[in-house]
């Protein structure tokens, strides 16, 4: 207990109050902000945590009372975020001065903050040769610094977090415990006398520590070798982003395939060499959430080309923890690196390592040395991934940073879990008007995400107070997320939602639609599993929360061989060549791609139907046209060649002048979709594509009109869905509008139109988002308010 003794007081002519605060409140200099303010209006009491949030009990003169209850809140810390105040009398005792007591664990539910980027003033510190912190790796303070990731129970003290191994020496101590220093009560706090250890390990190389760890790494990094770096929510791989050799290197490692590597700077001008800058980009970039920010790559970026191959975008996030600011180099030290690769610790697919005994078996083969240190990962927490479309956010992942805060919802829903898809796996909590996501956790196809995934729906579960009565899962019965809802019900109902009305339920969710009320939803992904056993993907719902209608989608064409028709574009380009009535044009760079085995094997697969699923996936005819353009014939990631193609359209915007283009009256070609009543036919565009591949058109020139038709074709169908229904508010989801040039172009072209657009500002657009989703889904099945159209 730490605090102002005084005079005990005449009680008879004190009020007093008890004030509970809740919300973001605990790790983020709540108490000490209660504390001074308290002192500064003359009360005595009170402040503690206990497992609902802050309590309060503060008695003084009646104005003094009054202004703290305006105050508490209004003035609240930057890190807090509060969703309640509430405030009783309680009776006077005459109690001298102000204290902070040791928390309560009691029932309840307050929220965890997340991790929190280094501040201004440890940073300005850090670099300060007279400061007794300067260049110590695990500088924090009541602003900054771990906070989920090393939570283990509630209330936040320093023995529920990772930090508890750590005793504090009599210097941080006071600090501490002194009111007026910005680390009163920082549960994080530490110096190099008493905090966590940094060490570099290497083989057949001793172990070297503190400043002299950082030296080393950063030597290696200017050789060009491959470092695992331990951070706030697990390992990093960093190398020299300039450096070819190392690059490359990283990425045969790392079997990355062409997907593009994270950049890290340690400033918004470094940044600003390697990507364009608006204003809402810089703000997205520099928040405190560090995010990394999907931008225009320039022409100039000093970064080696295998960095990002076949990409308009680099990814670039700012320096977010001390560490990371030593690596890249303060002023005086040695030159080195100044944009450094920060891509996960794993091999592709896999979750991002926390353990250090796993990082040195699991990332063995990918490192040539490891920068760790002896202060513990409770939960991972990759980074979060952003882009900013048409001035706002358009999340990618959403993880460190933003996981685990709480999305409001505008419905209560019961105790529910929602096990979310299989790839880009995230999970959701909700209880009430509270939805929780769970960070970014990988695909469910590896045993270590699988075991991840225990242990964070165990973390949330620990940390939120749901106890769920009731699960929602994905239709698809080979999802291993449905499996494990199913395995872990134990008699609780598991209600299955289908994928696309749970993508359409996400984006209404978000933007607070009211139960009820109907939206006209575009869905367009990889593949869903449909209620007539049909790989979905290109669709038009009428929805609400409850209840969806299916008005349209693309024609059904055959998915060859299911995943590896996935995982190899040229046999869905092949197969929409069949569907349109195409000849297989040895010319064409798809059928090229294919040798005479493969066309065999194809030719009897599509003329049999054997193991050929019927999908109306848009991301499929995304994945047929990249490879009848020459783009992308075998997939190396997910979605390769749909970003392939978005940067091959922007690429060639505004040079749509070849001569094929004559043959039109002069104006620049349009592909339509033919659409019949609810069924669109890809058919002419697919038949367009491979006319101008065969004609020579560029590719970028190609793309642009093909994703033009995708654009053309939304505002087509939602017109003759208005008319249907008299809806106007278009919602648009799947993972195919992680593309930011349609989106933008869909919007603008439905905005245009008279429609209300609705797109996903807070959660992904792609399958990282479908948990929400099943949970409106799920809170309308069991009590339904809503009313079919």
């Known amino acids: 207990m730490s605090g102002v003794q005084g005079s005990v007081r005449d009680s008879r002519s004190l009020v007093a109050a008890r004030v509970q605060v809740h919300g973001v409140v605990q790790g983020v200099g709540f108490r000490p902000y209660v504390y001074a303010l308290a002192c500064a209006l003359g009360l005595a009491g009170e402040v503690w945590n206990d497992a609902t949030g802050v309590v309060a009990e503060v008695e003084g003169p009646g104005p003094a009372v009054a202004a703290f209850r305006e105050r508490v809140g209004r003035d609240a810390p930057p890190l807090a975020l509060i969703t309640g105040i509430s405030c009783s009398e309680v009776a006077a005792t005459g109690r001298a001065g102000f204290v902070i007591r040791t928390s309560e664990r009691t029932a309840g539910r307050t929220l965890v903050s997340p991790d929190v980027s280094i501040c201004d003033d440890c940073l300005a510190e850090l670099t300060d040769p007279g400061d007794r912190r300067h260049r110590h790796p695990f500088i924090t303070c009541t602003n900054c610094g771990p906070r989920f990731t090393i939570t283990t129970a509630l209330p936040y003290d320093r023995p529920t977090t990772t930090m508890a191994g750590f005793a504090m020496c009599p210097t941080c101590a006071a600090e501490y415990d002194d009111p007026a220093d910005r680390r009163f009560h920082a549960q994080t706090i530490c110096c190099p006398d008493c905090g966590p250890t940094l060490r570099l390990e290497r083989a057949d190389e001793p172990t070297s520590y503190a400043d002299a760890a950082v030296g080393g790494a950063r030597q290696l990094l200017a050789a060009g070798a491959v470092i695992a770096v331990k951070g706030i ?78 990409s308009g975008d680099l990814g670039v996030m ?111 909590l909700a209880e009430g008007r509270t939805a929780w996501l769970s960070g970014h956790l990988g695909d469910l196809d590896d045993l270590a995400t699988l075991q991840a995934y225990d242990a964070a ?147 009897r697969q599509l003329a049999t139907g054997l193991r050929c699923a019927p999908t109306s996936s848009m991301g499929r005819l995304f994945d047929a046209v990249a490879s009848l353009i020459g783009v992308c014939h075998r997939t190396g990631y997910d979605a390769q060649p749909a970003l392939e193609l978005e940067a091959l359209a922007r690429a060639a915007e505004g040079s749509d002048t070849s001569e094929t283009d004559l043959t039109h009256g002069g104006a620049p070609r349009r592909y339509r979709f033919a659409v019949r009543n609810e069924e669109w036919d890809a058919a002419p565009v697919v038949a367009a594509v491979a006319e101008d591949t065969l004609a020579g058109v560029p590719a970028g020139v190609v793309a642009g009109r093909f994703q033009a038709a995708v654009v053309e074709l939304t505002r087509e169908v939602a017109v003759a869905a208005r008319r249907e229904t008299g809806e106007r508010v278009v919602t648009l989801s799947g993972g195919v509008f992680l593309n ?7 919007e603008r072209a439905l905005t245009d139109d008279g429609f209300e657009v609705l797109r996903h500002e807070r959660v992904p657009c792609s399958d990282a988002g ?20």
């Open 318 to 428: 700012l320096a977010y923890t001390p560490l990371h600011h030593l690596l890249l180099g303060l002023r005086g030290d040695p030159p080195g690196p100044r944009v450094l690769v920060m891509t996960s610790g794993n091999l592709s697919g896999e979750p991002i390592v926390i353990d250090d005994k796993q990082a040195r078996e699991r990332l063995a083969g990918l490192a040539d040395a490891w920068l760790t240190h002896d202060r513990p990962i409770h939960v991972p927490c990759d980074d979060s991934v952003t882009r900013v479309v048409v001035g706002r956010q358009s999340p990618v992942r959403r993880s460190r940073g933003q996981a685990p805060l709480p999305l409001a919802l505008p419905f209560d829903a019961p105790a529910a879990f929602a096990a979310g898809a299989d790839l880009k796996s995230v999970f959701c």
């Open 457 to 603: 729906v165990a973390q949330l579960t620990a940390l939120t107070g749901v106890h769920p009565s009731t699960m929602a899962a994905d239709l698809h019965p080979a999802y291993r997320s449905r499996r494990w809802a199913l395995h872990h019900a134990e008699g609780r109902p598991v209600v299955g939602v289908q994928h696309h009305h749970a993508h359409v339920a996400a984006t209404m969710t978000e933007h607070g639609v009211e139960p009820g009320a109907p939206v006209l939803g575009l869905a367009f992904d990889g593949t869903g599993y449909g209620t007539d056993g049909a790989a979905w993907g290109g669709e038009l719902l009428l929805a609400t929360y409850g209840r969806y209608r299916r008005l349209g989608h693309l024609r059904y064409v055959p998915l060859p061989g299911g995943d590896a028709g996935v995982r190899n574009p040229c046999r869905m380009a092949l197969a929409h060549l069949r569907a349109a009535g195409r000849p297989w044009d040895p010319r064409l760079p798809a059928v090229a791609a294919c040798g005479p085995d493969e066309l065999r094997l194809l030719d």
């Open 770 to 789: 479908v948990a929400l989703g099943q949970v409106a889904v799920l809170t309308h099945r069991t009590h339904p308010t809503d009313v079919a159209r």
């Open 233 to 310: 929510g697990g390992y990093h791989l960093a190398c020299d982003a300039a450096d070819d050799a190392a690059v490359s290197l990283l990425r045969k490692r790392k079997q990355r395939g062409d997907k593009a590597f994270a950049l890290m700077v340690a400033s918004v001008a470094e940044a600003e060499a390697l990507i364009e800058l608006d204003g809402p980009e810089r703000r997205v970039l520099d928040a405190r959430a560090r995010p990394i920010l999907l931008g225009c790559r320039r022409g100039s970026a000093p970064v080696s080309a295998a960095v990002a191959p076949g």
């Open 740 to 746: 930011a040039y349609l989106t933008a172009q869909c």
